[in-house]
């Protein structure tokens, strides 16, 4: 009862400030911040043959977007991306990886070309949980390299504490396990509530929306290439190709499967117990301006065949930022 008190008085705090800052930069500028360009056509880099083929496939009652590279006799390496992302976020890794194992990267559930359910409550972890568990049989295989990302990253930890026999190894990019967060903010880390703050603005209705459609989404820009959150490598993550996520997230209502897993995220809590075994590789991009790089080094009460690689001058978004180190660290776990 105490979280949820928290959470609402946290929701009205930061909510109430989210409209007054977006209230000034509509007064501002009315026209700049509530024009909007039109995006009838993907760009040409989500057409990128090199990337693989896109295929959909049904699972867990849902149509599933999925974009596939590789040899379908080998070994699955299935990618789950995070918030505000689409399968495209592993463009590196496909590449790279689709010499040595069947890789799909998959529109997650609420997202792009895959269906979005309406109710919040269709985005319960549980739920996003057995979108996995369905998807891997869905796609031929009893079991899979599990790689995620943020978000991806949530659900990828659900999987291999709730079902490790469809995991044979576990990759996550910066998301802390579950447990680990609840325990770095119960520990009064002020710092990681205000990195957070985003969190519980998400909590309202139609606002957080709204907000990130100003500007002509310049929120996705600043996500991505902002001086406080973007990339440090924009050799890897150049400015042009924002606009394959303002592309995507400007579809109309594109945007609210996605924050309907923050929305969610405190009305049902998942339960972990016991250490998880899979054998795990934790990646963390050390500049994250999001999730405290301290918590990467605390998995080991949670995770008994734990590696851990931080990547310094490196983003939040580090599968983006710095590929050739990503791909570098997993190719040398999955050898190990």
């Excluded at 995070?82 to 689709?98: A, L, M, T, V």
């Excluded at 010499?99 to 895959?114: F, L, Q, S």
Aim: include cysteine.
């Amino acid at each position: 009862m105490a979280a949820i008190v928290v959470c609402f008085v946290l929701t009205g705090i930061f909510g109430s400030l989210t409209v007054l800052h977006t209230v000034a930069r509509i007064i501002w500028s009315p026209w700049r911040a509530l024009t909007k360009q039109r995006r009838d056509a993907p760009p040409s880099c989500l057409l990128d043959p090199s990337l693989g083929t896109h295929n959909y496939v049904t699972a867990n009652g849902l149509k599933f977007h999925y974009v596939s590279s590789g040899d379908k006799t080998k070994p699955l390496m299935l990618f789950l991306h995070g918030f505000p992302e689409f399968w495209f976020s592993w463009r590196h890794q496909i590449k790279e990886f689709s010499k040595d194992y069947h890789v799909v990267a998959i529109d997650m559930r609420g997202y792009n070309e895959t269906e979005r359910p309406t109710k919040r409550s269709d985005y319960a972890v549980d739920i996003l949980r057995k979108d996995i568990i369905d998807l891997v049989p869905a796609l031929g295989y009893k079991t899979c390299i599990l790689v995620a990302h943020d978000w991806g990253g949530a659900v990828a930890w659900a999987v291999a504490a709730k079902n490790p026999e469809l995991v044979e190894k576990l990759i996550v990019m910066n998301c802390p396990h579950p447990r680990i967060f609840r325990k770095f903010v119960n520990g009064g880390s002020i710092g990681q509530i205000l990195k957070s703050n985003y969190m519980f603005t998400f909590q309202l209705p139609w606002l957080p929306e709204f907000v990130i459609g100003l500007h002509d989404y310049q929120a996705l820009y600043d996500c991505f290439q902002g001086k406080k959150m973007g990339v440090h490598n924009k050799a890897s993550f150049p400015p042009s190709l924002v606009e394959a996520y303002k592309y995507v997230f400007s579809k109309p209502g594109a945007l609210t499967g996605p924050i309907n897993y923050y929305r969610s995220l405190f009305t049902r809590r998942s339960k972990y117990r016991g250490p998880l075994e899979v054998p795990t590789l934790l990646i963390w991009g050390d500049d994250d301006t999001i999730l405290d790089k301290k918590m990467a080094d605390m998995h080991t009460s949670v995770v008994t065949k734990l590696v851990v690689k931080h990547i310094s001058n490196c983003s939040h978004w580090v599968q983006q930022d710095t590929p050739e180190a990503v791909n570098h660290y997993m190719r040398e776990f999955l050898n190990s």
